[in-house]
Nanobody, 114 residues
Framework: VQVVESGGGLVQTGGSLRLSCAASGSISSVNYMAWNRQAPGKQRELVARITGGGSTVYADSVKGRFTISRDNAKNTVYLEMNSLKPEDTAVYYC?????????WGQGTQVTVSS
């Protein structure tokens, strides 16, 4: 199973980015899909997650600014990030639970300049 993120980059404060994460390989079902992030010197933290049924949870720090969504037919999860702040700067990792196992992507860098 491969998990590949894309869409990171450099953006100014107040800007927007859209991250994508596609899971591929021998997958019969993908249930839990999530975005986590890790800033320098900090622990990795959950940003948002979405179940197969569409139930979502967000970290308090991103509520109202970030939106997670998924395309079940493509085994892809998205993270729409608006009103970005310098404190959102981090490596963003996709995490997928497929057929009972968890898989991490390689991460994509998001940098928000002040």
């Amino acid at each position: 199973v491969q998990v590949v993120e894309s869409g990171g980059g450099l953006v100014q404060t107040g800007g927007s980015l859209r991250l994508s994460c596609a899971a591929s390989g021998s997958i019969s079902s993908v249930n839990y899909m999530a975005w986590n992030r890790q800033a320098p010197g900090k622990q990795r933290e959950l940003v948002a997650r979405i179940t197969g049924g569409g139930s979502t949870v967000y970290a308090d720090s991103v509520k109202g600014r970030f939106t997670i969504s998924r395309d079940n037919a493509k085994n892809t999860v998205y993270l729409e990030m608006n009103s970005l702040k310098p404190e959102d700067t981090a490596v963003y990792y996709c995490y997928v639970i497929a057929t009972g196992y968890g898989y991490w992507g390689q991460g994509t860098q998001v940098t928000v300049s002040s």
